[in-house]
C-alpha cells in the first residue's frame, strides 16, 4: 500500500540557517510521503546558488521566491495577513491530500506528519489534527515558561500564563504546552500553525485571512489564531494527537520580546 502524500508548506522570512533546519526535519519524516513548498517572501537571501543548493539535497522540494508585482500584489501592511496570502497561495499549487505548515523558525519530530494522520484515521470524518509543542531556547536548549510569552501585555503575561496553568495548557516546570482550540469549555484558539494537519479540501473552505480588521490588529491576533477563529466559529472539529511533536524555536516575531 502507498504512503499518504503529505504537502508541506513553509514560508521563508529570508532566514537560511533555519529554513536547512525545517527542511532537515521534513526529509526526516516517518511513515509518509512528502512534498515540501518553500515560499519566499521577496528573500534576498534566495539566491539562485542557495535554491540549487537546496533542490540537490532536498529533491522532495520546491523553492520559489515571491518576488516583483507578485510580491507588490500581497497585504504589505500587516505580517499576518501578507502570511496568509503566502500560505493560501502554497495549497493552491499542493498535490498533497493532507496539508502540514511548518515555519521556518520550527522543527517536525521524525513522527509529527505520521501520529497526525494516524490521529484522524481513528476520528472519521474529522479533517483537522494538531499536536502539542515543545518549546525551545535559540540555542536548542528546552525553555520552560514562567509567564504567557504571547500575550500582547506584558504587564499581564504573569496572570495569563496562572490562568492558563489551571485549564492544563502549561504545566510548571515544563516545556511542553499543550494547546487546544478550547480550553475550560470556551473559545481559546491556541493551536499553532506548524503543530496543524488539514485536508486540502478543508483549507478550499477555510483557506487562511488575509485581510485583517483594525480591531483584529489592534488585538495582534496573528494568522494562525485568526484561521482558529473561523473554524471554531463554523464548529469545525479539530483532534488532538496529545503529542508534543513541534520543536518550537522561541524569539520568533509573535515572542521575540520574552527574549530581549
Not at 521563508?12 to 513548498?37: D, F, K
Not at 536548549?141 to 495548557?169: K, T
Given at each position: 500500500?502507498?504512503?499518504?502524500?503529505?504537502?508541506?508548506?513553509?514560508?521563508?522570512?529570508?532566514?537560511?540557517?533555519?529554513?536547512?533546519?525545517?527542511?532537515?526535519?521534513v526529509a526526516a519524516q516517518r511513515?509518509?510521503?512528502?512534498?515540501?513548498?518553500?515560499?519566499?517572501?521577496?528573500?534576498?537571501?534566495?539566491?539562485?546558488?542557495?535554491?540549487?543548493?537546496?533542490?540537490?539535497?532536498?529533491?522532495?522540494?520546491?523553492?520559489?521566491?515571491?518576488?516583483?508585482?507578485?510580491?507588490?500584489?500581497?497585504?504589505?501592511?500587516?505580517?499576518?495577513?501578507?502570511?496568509?496570502?503566502?500560505?493560501?497561495?502554497?495549497?493552491?499549487?499542493?498535490?498533497?491530500?493532507?496539508?502540514?505548515?511548518?515555519?521556518?523558525?520550527?522543527?517536525?519530530?521524525?513522527?509529527?506528519?505520521?501520529?497526525?494522520?494516524?490521529?484522524?484515521?481513528?476520528?472519521?470524518?474529522?479533517?483537522?489534527?494538531?499536536?502539542?509543542?515543545?518549546?525551545?531556547?535559540?540555542?536548542?536548549?528546552?525553555?520552560?515558561?514562567?509567564?504567557?510569552?504571547?500575550?500582547?501585555?506584558?504587564?499581564?503575561?504573569?496572570?495569563?500564563?496562572?490562568?492558563?496553568?489551571?485549564?492544563?495548557?502549561?504545566?510548571?516546570?515544563?516545556?511542553?504546552?499543550?494547546?487546544?482550540?478550547?480550553?475550560?469549555?470556551?473559545?481559546?484558539?491556541?493551536?499553532?500553525?506548524?503543530?496543524?494537519?488539514?485536508?486540502?479540501?478543508?483549507?478550499?473552505?477555510?483557506?487562511?485571512?488575509?485581510?485583517?480588521?483594525?480591531?483584529?490588529?489592534?488585538?495582534?491576533?496573528?494568522?494562525?489564531?485568526?484561521?482558529?477563529?473561523?473554524?471554531?466559529?463554523?464548529?469545525?472539529?479539530?483532534?488532538?494527537?496529545?503529542?508534543?511533536?513541534l520543536r518550537y524555536y522561541m524569539?520568533?516575531?509573535?515572542?521575540?520580546?520574552?527574549?530581549?
Amino acid at each position: 500500500m502507498s504512503l499518504p502524500l503529505v504537502t508541506v508548506v513553509t514560508p521563508t522570512m529570508n532566514r537560511p540557517a533555519e529554513l536547512v533546519r525545517a527542511m532537515h526535519s521534513v526529509a526526516a519524516q516517518r511513515g509518509v510521503r512528502v512534498e515540501h513548498l518553500v515560499i519566499g517572501d521577496n528573500c534576498p537571501a534566495l539566491t539562485d546558488a542557495l535554491v540549487a543548493e537546496l533542490s540537490r539535497r532536498f529533491p522532495h522540494a520546491i523553492v520559489r521566491n515571491v518576488t516583483g508585482a507578485e510580491h507588490a500584489a500581497l497585504p504589505q501592511d500587516y505580517l499576518p495577513a501578507r502570511l496568509g496570502a503566502l500560505r493560501n497561495g502554497a495549497v493552491a499549487v499542493a498535490s498533497g491530500e493532507w496539508i502540514a505548515q511548518l515555519d521556518d523558525d520550527n522543527e517536525f519530530e521524525p513522527d509529527h506528519l505520521r501520529s497526525l494522520l494516524d490521529c484522524l484515521a481513528a476520528n472519521p470524518g474529522v479533517e483537522v489534527a494538531h499536536s502539542w509543542r515543545r518549546l525551545v531556547a535559540p540555542d536548542g536548549s528546552p525553555y520552560v515558561a514562567a509567564e504567557n510569552p504571547w500575550h500582547p501585555d506584558p504587564a499581564l503575561r504573569a496572570s495569563s500564563y496562572a490562568r492558563l496553568v489551571e485549564l492544563g495548557v502549561f504545566e510548571p516546570g515544563s516545556p511542553v504546552v499543550r494547546d487546544a482550540l478550547r480550553a475550560g469549555g470556551r473559545e481559546f484558539n491556541g493551536v499553532d500553525t506548524s503543530e496543524v494537519l488539514v485536508s486540502r479540501r478543508l483549507y478550499r473552505r477555510f483557506p487562511y485571512p488575509t485581510e485583517f480588521s483594525r480591531w483584529w490588529r489592534k488585538l495582534e491576533w496573528t494568522d494562525d489564531y485568526a484561521w482558529c477563529v473561523l473554524l471554531d466559529r463554523a464548529k469545525v472539529p479539530m483532534v488532538c494527537s496529545e503529542r508534543a511533536t513541534l520543536r518550537y524555536y522561541m524569539g520568533g516575531y509573535s515572542n521575540a520580546a520574552v527574549l530581549r
